[in-house]
Each structure stands twice: as structure tokens, then as C-alpha cells.
């Protein structure tokens, strides 16, 4: 019996994790070859200018359940609130903040976190949650594809982990028939021409397109059960790529992100959309949950950081998106960042610490860093490699990302820029203020020590193999 049909549309999320828009679709390396996300993009919007609130998982992630900026809901740290043995308090969400499965269960539809899927699906999915707050109760209605067959309408989201490091990412090749090779690769200026680097580029492109077949089953998945045209699809990720200077860091390689939307057939799609079009408005991942509700028919609550940019009560465009940086696990930082349609400003408010936060699980699972510390030993860095060594950092930043999109090129310093300088100044001054940023309050020490600790008894044997191993 087919099921009735809803008057709003299913929706489906789909999470990749620390990638950067390096599809076929954006124009990506000529050996990532993705052909299913392509075909979504072909068929729906492509955003060139999305921008994740934060260059790591779990804060990140927090913003997106919420449309909230995770530095007003203290969930601004890499991680915090989600260990046991953390020696901090609760931390509830602010009264009148809810994730976005609650708002869109009140309005009837199932929510579900995909991880169970059909054997003719053949997924292997994580479910990642990662959020830096707690939270009381069953945030989804389910796990599995098969209860959304009487759902009218669902959301449902599923994670993908093809791209994070570990266990998916060293085996990501074996499903491609052509991996890409090192020689393949396309590096950016502030890395340094290495076999490691190269092979380590490769193994992502590789990851990039394990993550395209995964896309390529969900969308196989739901044209099998008629849901492709009753379904808004979108396919966004987490932050950007998991590389040194990448990854952790509040640039666009850390937080411009891919976001696609494809609207279905059986629903007029709102005026703002046009089908194989490229909206090149700046966008927050934050608004994406703003938009999912308006979707919904639900009005996004005023207090919502997000804006919606599809429907009758979409806002105008941004004329500025914000990021931030703090501790990253054992290491403490604070940046913060703005970014209009051509500059990017960072402020560091701890401009005496190491520009790369060389945290021990960075020093123990990757061999970049270890690349870098034995080539600046040896002189043969550039001066734009070897300036992240530094034991310093500016304490300003300021990038022309059209003349300069890898963002090398410090303007701080530029009288050229002065006005331009002063401007991005007060507009992250308001947005620091009106967000009620928590990262001006300072964390217990015993909560770093924490992790500090947590991290040398995990990794401090494994960082000293890798020393002796690169003999530093």
C-alpha cells in the first residue's frame, strides 16, 4: 500500500566528515572523480560559499543540531561535556534551545539517525552525534530505514566516515578501481613537495570518492523505495579537510564546506531555487538548519543564529559568515574569524602559542607534522611552509581569498588595508558580543589538565617511536 503523501517534503541530511568542496561538481583535483555527487548537484544547487562555524567535529556539529553558534551554547571546545570523568559541571542547553529532531518531531515527522540500513544497501555508517552538550532522552525516533516506510514525512540524517581518519580512511582504496597516486596530487603552497605529503593527499582523494559510492547507495536507496522525488536532499560535511594547516585551523581549507540541494519533483521548490544552478550567496552551516525547519513549515524561533535562505521568510543574503577556534583537546586556543564574499579577518587571542597546535593525537597519528619538523631542521622549507613552526602566531590576520585563496599572504600589517582592517574589526567585535561569546571566560585548569593528561597516557609512547623513527 503506498503511504500518503505529506504536504511538506521528506528530508534527508547527508554528513560527510572533514572535506573540503573538491568534487567534481566545484571543480575539484582531476583525479577525484565523483559521480554521484555530481549528479545530485546537476539536479539541484550547488553553494560555492558555505562555511562550517568551526574547523573541527564536535563543535562544529553542536552548531548544526541547533542552529545555534557553538560559542554561545559553551560547546565551543574540541571536546568538552562528553566525558564522564570531565572534571566540569552539566552543561544543559540555554532555555528556548532545542536540536532540530526535537522542533521537527513536534511538527510530525519521524526523525531518525540512519545507521540500519537494507542488505541491498550494503552501508557502514557511524550515526556520529559528537555534540558538546548535554542532552536528556532519544534525540531520534530511530536507526533504521525500514521504520521510515510509514513515516509521512521523515528527517533523517546519516553520517558518512569515509574521510575521517582511522579505520575507513586506510582502507578507502580498496574500493576504488582507480585510486589516484601521488603523482596525481595537487598540494597547496603552505606544504612542502614530499612523497609522504603526496601519498597522504592521494589516500584522501581516494577517501573522497569512497564517500561518493556511499552517496551513490543512498541515492540508489531511496529512487528503490519512491522516495527520491518526495525528498529534500542535502548532502553537506562537517568542516573542511583533515590535513595540517587544514583541519583545526580557521581558514576556507577549514571551513568552506561542499553543500548541494536537490529538491524533488512532487513539491514546488521555494523561488530562491533553481535546479543545475550554482547559488554563490555566503551561507552558515547553521543556516542550513534554519532552512531545514522553514522546509518543514516550522518557523525558525527568533533566538536562532541561523537564517533561512529558501522559502517566503528567507532572510537576505549574509553579507558576513563567522568561525571560531578554541582548545583543541590537551592544547588551549582561542580564534576567531569573520569572512565576507572577498576577505577573511582572524584574530588570535592568543597570538603567543604555536600557529600549528601540535596536539598529541595530531603528533601521533599523522606523518606530515613529523615531515615538517624534519625539513625545517634541515633548512629546506619555504619561508611560507616554515612560518606555521613558528612559536607564534600574528595576533591579526587578513586575506584577500581572491587574490590569494590559499590565504599565505598576510594584509594585517598593510596600510593599503587599514580601513578594511577596522571594518572587519567591528564586525567581529558585534558579533562577539551580540553571540555572547563564552570564549572569553577562561577554562578551569583542571579540566585541561584533564585532557592533558588523558592524551600523554594515550599517546606520548607512540609520539616517541615517531621521534626516534624521524630522528628529532
Not at 570523568?85 to 510530525?108: F, K, M, Q
Not at 530505514?145 to 582504496?173: C, K, M
Not at 528503490?224 to 548532502?235: K, N
Not at 555566503?282 to 525547519?293: E, M, Y
Amino acid at each position: 500500500m503506498q503511504r500518503p503523501r505529506s504536504s511538506f517534503p521528506n528530508i534527508l541530511w547527508i554528513v560527510l566528515e572533514d572535506v573540503s568542496p573538491e568534487f567534481g561538481c566545484y571543480d575539484g583535483p582531476d583525479a577525484v572523480r565523483t559521480p554521484n555527487i555530481d549528479r545530485l548537484a546537476a539536479e539541484g544547487a550547488t553553494f560555492t560559499d558555505a562555511y562550517a562555524t568551526n574547523p573541527m567535529c564536535s563543535p562544529s556539529r553542536s552548531a548544526l543540531a541547533t542552529g545555534m553558534y557553538q560559542t554561545t551554547l559553551g560547546a565551543h571546545h574540541q571536546r568538552v561535556h562528553q566525558d564522564e570523568d570531565e572534571p566540569t559541571g552539566p552543561n544543559p542547553l540555554p532555555d528556548g534551545v532545542r536540536v532540530i529532531s526535537d522542533r521537527l518531531r513536534d511538527a510530525d515527522y519521524r526523525t531518525a539517525n540512519l545507521t540500519a540500513f537494507p542488505g541491498s544497501m550494503d552501508l557502514d555508517v557511524v550515526g556520529k552525534l559528537d555534540w558538546n552538550f548535554d542532552y536528556h532522552g532519544e534525540p531520534f525516533d530511530t536507526n533504521a530505514w525500514a521504520d521510515l516506510r510509514d513515516a509521512s514525512p521523515f528527517f533523517a540524517q546519516i553520517s558518512t566516515y569515509e574521510v575521517h581518519r582511522g579505520e575507513y580512511w586506510n582502507s578507502a582504496h580498496e574500493r576504488i578501481p582507480e585510486p589516484a597516486e601521488p603523482e596525481d596530487v595537487e598540494l597547496p603552497p603552505y606544504l612542502p613537495d614530499h612523497p609522504v605529503v603526496r601519498e597522504d593527499f592521494a589516500q584522501y582523494y581516494n577517501t573522497i570518492m569512497a564517500a561518493d559510492q556511499t552517496v551513490g547507495q543512498v541515492i540508489d536507496g531511496l529512487e528503490a523505495e519512491g522516495w527520491l522525488e518526495e525528498t529534500v536532499v542535502v548532502l553537506m560535511a562537517d568542516h573542511g579537510r583533515p590535513m595540517v594547516r587544514d583541519k583545526q585551523h580557521p581558514y576556507d581549507s577549514g571551513l568552506n564546506v561542499p553543500l548541494v540541494i536537490r529538491w524533488p519533483d512532487a513539491y514546488e521548490s521555494p523561488p530562491q531555487y533553481e535546479s543545475g544552478t550554482v547559488d554563490e550567496r555566503l551561507v552558515s552551516t547553521i543556516d542550513v538548519t534554519a532552512t531545514t525547519l522553514s522546509v518543514a513549515g516550522v518557523e525558525p524561533p527568533d533566538e536562532m543564529h541561523g537564517r533561512p535562505f529558501y522559502g517566503d521568510g528567507a532572510d537576505d543574503p549574509r553579507d558576513y559568515v563567522f568561525g571560531a577556534v578554541d582548545r583543541i583537546a590537551e592544547v588551549p586556543e582561542r580564534r576567531r574569524t569573520v569572512r565576507s564574499k572577498r576577505f577573511r579577518y582572524v584574530r588570535n587571542y592568543m597570538p603567543g602559542t604555536p600557529w600549528l597546535p601540535m596536539n598529541r593525537y595530531l603528533q601521533a597519528s599523522r606523518d606530515i607534522p613529523w615531515v615538517l619538523r624534519s625539513l625545517d631542521e634541515a633548512g629546506e622549507l619555504d619561508a611560507v611552509q616554515a612560518q606555521y613552526l613558528s612559536e607564534t602566531k600574528p595576533p591579526e590576520e587578513l586575506y584577500d581569498t581572491q587574490e590569494d585563496p590559499h590565504q599565505v599572504d598576510n594584509l594585517a600589517d598593510s596600510l593599503d588595508h587599514r580601513e578594511l582592517l577596522d571594518e572587519m574589526r567591528r564586525v567581529l567585535d558585534d558579533w562577539e558580543r551580540r553571540t555572547d561569546d563564552q570564549g572569553r571566560f577562561p577554562e578551569y585548569p583542571e579540566v585541561v589538565e584533564f585532557y592533558r593528561d588523558r592524551k600523554a597516557a594515550t599517546f606520548d609512547e607512540l609520539i616517541a617511536e615517531r621521534r626516534e623513527e624521524w630522528g628529532l
